[in-house]
């Protein structure tokens, strides 16, 4: 494993691939650069694999492997997820059996219904696996949406002002939550031989089931309405109860605005700032 990327692992990190996989080179970095999770592609005598390690402050590979433990049989035994291989939670590190793919984010399968008609479909058997009601979810969530607010971001005084208002005002019924992915558009699916497949479960937890669809409203549905469509066909109903839709919206564009302001992507810091207008003149429109 000499190889700069191989550097950014830790000690314990490197101990542990090395006993899993003995004699691994990297064959490439995939990872993106925000975050301080190394992604590596590497060969192994069993195959192609990839390798996810996570820095100190990380918390995206515990929720990885709990997803790939508790949720994700039914996309893995039809070949629709990687297959987890080797993990340790406590050195934030996991090995998965590479997924072959393409990846669908700016190639001709990001503008076809019937992608998005899969997705919808695999969204939902993930959904189904299992469910819970959370009487505490909605004040979390909001409570969340106040730590953003009081972060460093770029939110105008008077929105921040008028947001604080809408959260002090919402109603914080039980929630039924279900497994989600956390991050579902396309640059998380993959398409093989026509067969769409998922990768990246770093954001994946229990919430409620519409918040999966918020990343896809917000571009690709909004671009596209036949996509919506598609994609509602596949999942077999449209989960957005519009009150709680509406505060999942204004809660996510914060947290978009704030978190992308704070890792320095300022093409996704203005997607939020555009999305805390958009949430803030949906809400003063609604009876």
Not at 49 to 56: I, L, R, S, T, W
Not at 124 to 139: F, G, I, K
Not at 142 to 168: F, K, T
Request: proline fraction near 6%; charge should be neutral; charged fraction near 30%.
């Amino acid at each position: 494993m000499r190889s700069g990327a191989f550097d950014r692992l830790t000690d314990v990190q490197r101990m542990r691939l090395g006993r899993w996989l003995p004699g691994a080179v990297l064959d490439a970095d995939l990872s993106r650069g925000l975050i301080e999770t190394t992604v590596l592609r590497v060969r192994a005598a069993g195959g192609l694999c990839v390798v996810k390690a996570g820095g100190a402050l990380d918390s995206h590979i515990a929720r990885e492997i709990r997803a790939h433990r508790s949720w994700l049989a039914p996309w893995v035994s039809a070949g629709r997820a990687p297959v987890l291989l080797h993990h340790d939670v406590d050195a934030k590190v996991l090995v998965t059996r590479w997924l072959p793919g393409r990846l669908v984010l700016h190639d001709p399968a990001a503008d076809d219904p019937k992608v998005y008609e899969q997705a919808g479909r695999l969204l939902a058997a993930l959904h189904a696996v299992e469910q819970r009601v959370d009487p505490t979810y909605e004040s979390r969530e909001n409570a969340r949406c106040r730590r953003w607010l009081a972060s460093p971001h770029l939110i105008a005084p008077r929105d921040v002002a008028r947001i604080g208002e809408l959260v002090a005002s919402w109603p914080e019924p039980s929630a039924v939550l279900v497994p989600t992915h956390g991050d579902w558009q396309p640059r998380n699916w993959l398409v093989h031989e026509g067969e769409v497949r998922v990768i990246d479960l770093g954001r994946a937890d229990m919430r409620p089931a519409a918040t999966d669809l918020d990343r896809l409203a917000a571009r690709d549905f909004r671009r596209d309405p036949a996509l919506e469509a598609a994609f509602l066909l596949g999942y077999g109903e449209d989960p957005r109860e519009p009150e709680a839709w509406g505060r999942t919206q204004v809660r996510e564009a914060v947290a978009t605005a704030a978190w992308a302001h704070q890792v320095g992507d300022e093409a996704f810091e203005r997607e939020g700032l555009r999305r805390v207008a958009e949430a803030l003149a949906s809400a003063s429109t609604d009876p």
